[in-house]
């Protein structure tokens, strides 16, 4: 597509369900990334996915986080047992080489959980 | 360790006038780069503009500078002649090893008619 496409935009979950953000970057783009931007923060990283390397998941903060790409294209970013503190905007983000050049980002997905 | 800080919160300008973001960073790499990014109330990340350390002319784009002072690891945003489209969260990234930005809390910027 013409750009990195997220959905949800918003998702509003009650607190120990699970849930899953969906993220399509732009076709051909081999490398993506997730952040999640919190109330007054900045952009925390929590994973990158390179081709067919192995990702680096050093940012995800629990292990009730965990990301898949199929296929190199889509990946879907899933939070288990969902905390109030999980509650934030989760920023995908695609590149067509090593970001040195930025990243395309999506507009996100604010999720609630209540 | 490589980290980033934006000091201002929150800033405003009058519509025309100019302002400047500051942004200050730590890194003991000698080749990255540092990124202005700019999030409209859309929540989606925009890129402003690019500076590559190892090039010593400050980078423009248009109305946007920057102010790239390498041994004071300084990277400020000028935008001139502000318009009221320029209302955003501003944020300041470094791109050093590991893959990915180390991103500042960001400035909220708002242009006063």
Redesign the interface.
């Known amino acids: 597509g013409a750009g990195v496409s997220q959905s949800p935009s918003n998702k509003v979950t009650e607190k120990g369900k699970d849930v899953e953000l969906r993220c399509d970057p732009i076709s051909g783009h081999t490398a993506l990334y997730w952040y999640r931007q919190s109330l007054g923060q900045g952009l925390e990283f929590l994973i990158y996915f390179q081709g067919n390397s192995a990702p680096d998941k050093s940012g995800l903060p629990s292990d009730r986080f965990s990301a898949e790409r199929t296929g190199g294209s889509v990946s879907t970013l899933t939070i288990q047992r969902t905390q109030q503190e999980d509650s934030a905007v989760y920023l995908c983000a695609s590149s067509s080489v090593v970001g040195t050049y930025g990243y395309t980002f999506g507009s996100g997905t604010r999720l609630t959980v209540v | 360790a490589q980290t980033?800080t934006q000091s201002q919160p929150e800033m405003s300008v009058q519509e025309a006038e100019t302002v400047t973001l500051s942004c200050t960073y730590d890194t003991s790499e000698n080749n990255y780069?540092l990124?202005w990014?700019k999030q409209p109330p859309?929540?989606?990340?925009?890129?402003v503009i690019?500076q590559?350390a190892y090039k010593q002319q400050n980078a423009t784009e248009n109305r946007f500078s920057v102010n790239f002072q390498k041994a004071a690891k300084s990277f400020s945003l000028k935008i001139s002649d502000s318009q009221l489209g320029d209302t955003a969260m501003y944020?300041c990234a470094l791109?050093g090893t590991?893959?990915?930005?180390?991103?500042?809390?960001?400035t909220s910027l708002t242009v006063i008619p």
Do not use: A, D, P
């Not at chain 2, 859309?42 to 890129?47: C, K």
């Not at chain 2, 590991?98 to 991103?103: D, R």
């Open positions: 980033v780069y990124f990014y859309s929540r989606q990340m925009i890129l690019r590559e944020f791109w590991g893959n990915q930005f180390y991103f500042g809390t960001g």
